[in-house]
């Protein structure tokens, strides 16, 4: 099995088959041959997972830095990350991995370039930074992300994130999108925010400032540690806030894979 197998498992390529939008057909003919798409992809993994800089791809995928970053960003636009990673969620929710009964969300902050959805990182001297957020489920998988700048207060990303939750599918009944219990941490700890999640009869489990410890949310307290094998999220260079989200769209799609080929 070669790299781009490695990368980019048969059943992986498939899914995004389905996403993908069709590549351009030039109607008057001529021009040179289309790099393949599935070595293309596989550059993309390997620029998430490794941490390296796009002009530092080794010929391996047989495409320039140039061609695999514009295929990147044309499928960035076309919102092809934030289509595979629902799909991927659909499949194992349909098996039952999906555990509602006890989900948590958190966030972190890594440095920034510069870009839009930067700010001043209050944990980290001030340095310009972004945060990402996750609502992950009972097992740790991510069901919903997102990108802010790291001055963000967490409390404002709760809402737009439990929003952002897709209908799952479920073994037997309709989608499903409403968790059971929310776990956070004392950030969160906001009268309107437990007033929103009991209209909508998920349980707050919020830790109390001044009363509860938040390290005693134990394993229900989203410690973002899925991050670990995408290097390219330890450190934001991408200018663009929606390439940064797309990397992150990547990584959540590698976690759920990887759990639906186990």
Not at 54 to 64: D, H, I, N, T
Not at 204 to 226: E, K, Q, Y
């Amino acid at each position: 099995m070669g790299l781009v197998e490695r990368l980019v498992p048969d059943g992986l390529w498939e899914l995004f088959q389905d996403v993908a939008p069709e590549a351009p057909q030039r109607s008057q003919g001529g021009g040179r041959r289309r790099c393949d798409d599935r070595a293309v992809l596989a550059a993309i993994v390997f620029v998430a997972t490794s941490g390296c800089t796009w002009r530092q791809l080794p010929p391996v995928f047989g495409a320039s830095w140039q061609t695999v970053h514009r295929r990147f960003t044309d499928w960035s636009a076309a919102r092809v990350w934030a289509k595979l990673h629902p799909v991927l969620l659909d499949r194992l929710g349909s098996k039952g991995d999906v555990d509602w009964s006890h989900c948590a969300i958190d966030s972190i902050s890594v440095r920034a370039v510069k870009g839009p959805l930067t700010g001043p990182n209050p944990t980290d001297r001030g340095k310009k930074g972004s945060k990402i957020h996750v609502i992950c489920d009972r097992n740790g998988l991510p069901i919903s992300v997102g990108v802010s700048a790291a001055n963000l207060h967490d409390s404002q990303a709760l809402v737009p994130m439990m929003l952002g939750i897709p209908p799952i599918r479920s073994r037997r009944g309709p989608r499903r999108h409403r968790l059971a219990r929310l776990h956070a941490d004392k950030g969160y700890d906001f009268d309107h925010l437990w007033n929103w999640l009991r209209r909508r009869q998920i349980v707050p489990r919020i830790a109390r400032r001044g009363v509860d410890n938040s390290g005693r949310l134990g394993r229900h307290r989203c410690t973002l540690s899925w991050m670990g094998g995408c290097r390219r999220l330890h450190r934001r260079y991408e200018r663009k806030a929606e390439h940064f989200l797309a990397f992150v769209g990547i990584a959540s799609a590698l976690i759920c894979y990887r759990r639906t080929a186990n």
